[in-house]
């Protein structure tokens, strides 16, 4: 059964606090996104991978990043440099750079 | 960077056709339309995408207009849970991201 799995579905962070949300998909797709959403608004990028071992920064990477080891693979690290993290956080994948975006179920992230 | 304009709200009786306009004034020649709807807390479900000519598959039919500066996503036979909030997007084949605004919010009335 194909798609895009994260987790975890809540997750809690201190302050201070790094914190990483999991996204995996066996669609075979060579392009990975993470998007944040805040109540109410649109989603906007943090960063995206075209291809494994290459990724680039969206329009809000301060205080995030990820790797790309894998194809599977892309997971967001919310550091503490990130002052306002509490937001649903969506990952997105695509069969390249240019074909259609396929989301993943979130992962609501709140700060203690 | 809002490329469209969707209305806020939208009400429809269950059963009915829902039609949800998008004016993209502004949409360039190799640009596409494309339509995602997002049910609370969940991740935004892909409907539909087209450039130039009317689109059907099993969820929904899209309608461009020939000047390409606006369209209608139709849900023919509106159920509760087509609720949600339905965002409408033109991107570049090229482009690097989906920009979603604030969607239209579709209640489906029983």
């Known amino acids: 059964d194909g798609g895009i799995t994260q987790s975890p579905k809540y997750l809690f962070r201190k302050e201070g606090q790094n914190v990483t949300l999991s996204c995996e998909q066996n669609l075979n797709h060579d392009a990975m996104y993470w998007y944040r959403q805040d109540p109410g608004q649109g989603l906007r ?3 995206y991978s ?7 920064k969206g329009d809000i990477a301060e205080g995030y ?19 306002n ?14 074909e259609t975006q396929y ?9 203690l | 960077d809002a490329k469209t304009t969707q209305p806020t709200s939208m009400d429809c009786a269950e059963g ?17 339309v494309y339509w ?3 049910i609370h807390s969940q991740g935004p479900q892909y409907i539909i995408h087209g450039l130039k000519n009317n689109e059907t598959n099993e969820m929904a039919s899209l309608i461009i207009t020939e000047d390409r500066k606006s369209s209608t996503l139709i849900l023919p036979h509106a159920t509760l849970r087509d609720t949600a909030v339905y965002y409408c997007i033109v991107r570049l084949p090229s482009g690097n991201q989906f920009y979603f605004g604030t969607g239209t919010s579709l209640t489906v009335i029983p």
């Open chain 1, 45 to 47: 990028l943090i960063y």
């Open chain 1, 50 to 56: 075209q291809i494994v071992n290459d990724f680039q």
């Open chain 1, 65 to 83: 990043s990820v790797s790309r080891e894998k194809k599977e693979s892309f997971p967001l690290t919310v550091t503490s440099a990130q002052k």
């Open chain 1, 85 to 98: 993290p509490t937001a649903f956080y969506l990952c997105a994948s695509s069969l390249d750079f240019e």
């Open chain 1, 103 to 111: 989301f993943g179920p979130g992962t609501r992230l709140l700060v």
């Open chain 2, 16 to 32: 009915r056709a829902a039609n949800l306009p998008c004016n993209h004034s502004t949409i360039s020649g190799n640009e596409y």
């Open chain 2, 36 to 38: 995602y709807r997002q």
